[in-house]
């Protein structure tokens, strides 16, 4: 690499509308104070690790337009569940989401261990400039909580990648914690439980700290969700049930009904559920190259559109077609109307990252919003019993998506128990924003990606004959014991510090 990940950085001052030239310096290249002379000068600083989210930045001697934080936070996530297709052979690491072909040495999970720690470390300066100060003001300790918020926010997303779920094994492995700027480059990894008790002591700390100052920043209430979602990963139900009551009691967010959500994602910044977002503008479309959008929709011209909503997903979603979650689904059809295909593929696009300014290509990706809360407390509720109330959150979400008719009213379905449901109803609603893999994982469940597409293991495409159904290819099954459900640390912070221990 041509910098060392943990260099001791600052981030250079920057607006926000001016964060593709982000710079980094070594830290003697401004003055820790200057950065809290005065609120302005904090919160430049702070836009600055905001804009790692989405910025496409040099690593290692390179800009590469596919590298960027969110680009792969997604990729990550959701193209390794049973929610999209792999529509095609690709050279982009991507793939080895798909076909679970890891390797330390791949350059999506490299990038993305690489920015996490570097937005960590320019918060950790931040944090340590302040509290060195001595600065108490409403102002200052809202942003200093935002310091806290990204910190906790980016350990657990690394700990989620590249770790063993909670449930699993807390005393596993996790991921090296950095948080404090006095921390040897050489370190061991942290266990999960004590990634977990960092994260939580961050995020407690950050509620304390902020109030509200919108949604493409981070907040009380975002951080009280992150809260309610890290205690659901670590089965602590009653923590996860007080934080999403919380959010869901503090009346600053509401459910998108029928007719708001198929805006929803493309006005994220203005709709009523959003609690965080990362705030993209028009300077900020990537277009065909590094966007999120650009491999799982097209306009014909917009984007690559490689990769499709799975018939498995469609299967769940099947028997209400009144659901106005299908909006987010997109057939492509010819001119009778029937769903082309592509290598045998039914070609079903997604549009949750899509159409921010009526831009095919735009969007400002959430990061929390209401519904998830309720799903959260949701689960919770079903896992300690309470059967009615867990039915009630979800029934709160079905009312507004067109599902009037179809509401549970305390009553589990034959065959199915009260997680089941909750679990069913996340799938769809949650679809695409990166929660499935955990999701099956953490309740220790099994990944079942029985369906025709390029994920299948060992297939070329000099294999397929087109003319015959490919059912016969064999199929991935993931039990959550497999090691390939987490990333493999990448090759760069094995060979430079020997603390760290790789996955298996």
């Known amino acids: 690499m041509k910098k060392k990940i943990f260099t001791i950085i600052t981030l250079v001052l920057v607006a926000a509308s001016s964060c593709k030239n982000l710079n980094v310096n070594p830290s003697d290249a401004i003055s820790t104070g200057t950065i809290v002379t005065t609120t302005d000068g904090l919160t430049n600083a702070l836009n600055g690790a905001y804009a790692l989210f989405k910025d496409h930045i040099e690593f290692n001697g390179l800009v590469d337009g596919n590298n960027m934080y969110l680009r792969q936070f997604y990729h990550l996530s959701d193209f390794a569940s049973d929610d999209i297709v792999c529509g095609q052979a690709t050279t982009d690491p991507l793939f080895y989401s798909f076909n ?22 320019g918060v950790n300066t931040v944090i340590s400039a302040v509290e060195k100060s001595g600065k108490t003001d409403a102002a200052t300790n809202q942003l200093l909580g935002e310091c806290y918020f990204l910190r906790a926010f980016c350990h657990f997303n690394l700990v989620r990648l590249f770790a063993k779920p909670y449930s699993v094994d807390p005393n596993a492995s996790g991921i090296i914690l950095r948080t404090n700027l006095t921390d040897p480059a050489k370190k061991a990894r942290s266990t999960v439980k004590e990634v977990y008790d960092s994260v939580i002591a961050d ?7 902020m109030t509200w100052r919108g949604p493409q920043y981070a907040s009380q209430a975002a951080a009280w969700s992150l809260l309610a979602r890290v205690n659901l990963y670590k089965e602590d139900n009653a923590k996860a049930i007080e934080w999403s009551t919380k959010v869901i009691g503090s009346g600053k967010f509401t459910l998108a009904t029928n007719e708001t959500f198929p805006a929803l994602f493309a006005n994220a910044t203005t709709a009523s559920e959003t609690i965080f977002c990362v705030a993209f503008t028009a300077v900020d479309d990537y277009g065909k190259f590094g966007s999120i959008a650009s491999m ?47 290598n045998g593929i039914e070609v079903y696009y997604i549009s949750k990252f899509s159409f921010q300014g009526g831009l095919p290509n735009l969007s400002s990706p959430i990061m929390f919003r209401i519904a998830e809360l309720y799903l959260i407390r949701a689960e919770a509720e079903a896992k300690m019993g309470n059967t009615g ?59 079942n990606k029985a369906y025709w597409g390029y994920h299948l293991a060992g297939v070329k495409e000099t294999d397929i004959d087109l003319s015959k159904t490919p059912a016969g290819y064999p199929n991935i099954t993931v039990p959550y014991t497999n090691p390939r459900t987490i990333y493999y640390l990448p090759i760069d912070e094995i060979l430079s510090n020997p603390l760290a221990t790789q996955n298996p």
């Open 389 to 447: 109330a867990a039915l009630d959150d979800v029934d709160m979400i079905r009312k507004n998506r067109n599902l009037e008719g179809s509401l549970y009213n305390k009553v589990v379905p034959a065959g199915k128990s009260a997680l089941d449901v909750v679990l069913e109803e996340k799938r769809i609603e949650m679809a695409f924003e990166g929660h499935r893999t955990y999701d099956v994982f953490r309740n220790k469940r099994t990944l």
């Open 296 to 342: 799982i929709y097209s306009d014909g011209n917009s984007g690559w559109g490689e990769e499709f909503a799975s018939s498995s997903l469609r299967a769940a979603m099947a028997p209400h077609p009144e659901d106005v979650r299908w909006l987010y689904i997109i057939p492509l059809k010819d001119g009778n109307g029937v769903v082309q295909k592509k």
């Open 100 to 121: 679970l072909g890891h390797s330390p040495a791949q350059g999506n999970t490299r990038y993305y261990w690489y920015v996490s720690y570097k937005i960590i470390t």
């Open 203 to 209: 995020s407690e700390k950050a509620a304390g700290l």
